[in-house]
């Protein structure tokens, strides 16, 4: 088995931000690209940052078993773990970098034990979250009241983690994140 770091957060916290700076970094890395069954936007592109499934194709791939974890993140919005990701990327000799919900994260927590890193991206607080899903341009109002409602719950389950990173200043949260994950990966 091979190792992996997972990243949760509430959504607008910089999750996003701070993998794809650390995919840079470490070419050794690779990103776990989830099965969603919501709608592309901004610049997202199928197979790069989510495979997107129509809501019947999603949970045929429930019942045939191929998530590792997968949750209702939002109403009707499911995401998942695909299992060929992790069999594609440890094939490869490579460190799996998760970026999933918190519950997800701390199930894949549970299920990699000691083979895995999980961080949690706490945004400094809820009103800066909700200008940065804001400024991101790229959700509803609608949506942007939803994400910011389950942040609240979502920032509770935050000491579960291995490490909490406080993303103020992006050039800090990534300092610091690196530094845990030196110390993990060796
Ligand atoms: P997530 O993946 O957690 O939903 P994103 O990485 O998409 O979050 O970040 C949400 C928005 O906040 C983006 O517009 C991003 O550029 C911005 N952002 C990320 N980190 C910071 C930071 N430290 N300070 C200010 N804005 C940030
Ligand atoms: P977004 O719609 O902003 O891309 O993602 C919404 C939330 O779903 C984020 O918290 C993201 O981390 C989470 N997510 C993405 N992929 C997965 C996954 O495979 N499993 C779980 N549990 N959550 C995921």
Redesign the pocket.
Known sequence: MGKVIIFS?P???????IVRELLQRYPQFEFSVSATCRAPRGQEQHGRDYYFLTPEAFMQAVEEGKFIEWEEVYAGCRYGTLRSEVERIWSKGNVILFDVDVVGGLNLKRIFGDDACAVF?MPPSIDELRR??E??GTDTPEVIDRRVAKAEFELTQAPAFDHIVV????AE?VAETTRIINEFIG
């Open positions: 957060a959504s607008g916290s910089g999750k996003t931000t991206i940065r899903l400024s991101r993303n103020d200043d992006l949260a």
